[in-house]
């Protein structure tokens, strides 16, 4: 499956937390491509999947993020597979469908990463939305990214999945979508 396809998909926002997103190089860029993601795929159909960092120390996710997630899983490993994601993202499917995952969140290079690592190892297709994706330091965003690609992610944007979801200019949430992409600023 080279495109993504929304009637698949599945939308997974890691740990956007109160706590973190202050120290997280452009945060509020990141935090609003993130919202963009889980809006569209609301509008879509698409299931929006949040996960928490321990939240005890972390502090929940960012609000916006949290109300647009259908469930939020709190975790302890920086991979949350390890806590039963990739089980919660196959929940009430046929076996062997298992969902196209398409995700960003922080730290890109650790809890981000090493998610869709691990999503990967366990054979989901995975995209990775870059401009959600955030680090203290740009660089180690940077190095993530190249990893993930690497490893057999792909590295897309916001827009790319928006407009790949809705795949013409007739399908019935189009303008819907479209609206977000014009709300969003430059």
């Not at 109160?18 to 491509?33: K, Q, S, T």
């Not at 089980?87 to 969902?99: C, H, K, M, S």
Request: proline share 3%.
């Amino acid at each position: 499956m080279l495109k993504m396809d929304a009637a698949r998909s599945v939308l997974v926002l890691v740990d956007y937390q109160g706590r973190l997103m202050p120290a997280i190089h452009g945060a509020p860029a990141v935090v609003e491509a993130a919202l963009v993601l889980a809006d569209a795929a609301r509008a879509l159909g698409v299931r929006v999947v949040g996960t928490e960092q321990n939240p005890d120390r972390l502090g929940r996710n960012d609000e916006a993020v949290r109300r647009r997630c259908d469930v939020t899983l709190s975790k302890m490993h920086f991979d949350a597979c390890s806590d039963g994601l990739a089980e919660l993202l196959t929940e009430g499917r046929a076996p062997g469908d298992q969902p196209a995952v398409v995700m960003a969140g922080c730290e890109a290079h650790v809890c981000l990463m090493q998610t869709a690592l691990g999503l990967l190892e366990r054979g989901f297709r995975t995209w990775v939305v870059e401009t959600a994706c955030g680090s203290r330091r740009a660089a180690d965003k940077l190095a993530a990214m190249q990893r993930l690609r690497e490893a057999g992610a792909t590295v897309v944007s916001d827009e790319m999945v928006l407009f790949e979801w809705v795949r013409h200019c007739r399908h019935p949430q189009f303008k819907a979508v479209l609206n977000l992409v014009k709300r969003r600023g430059t």
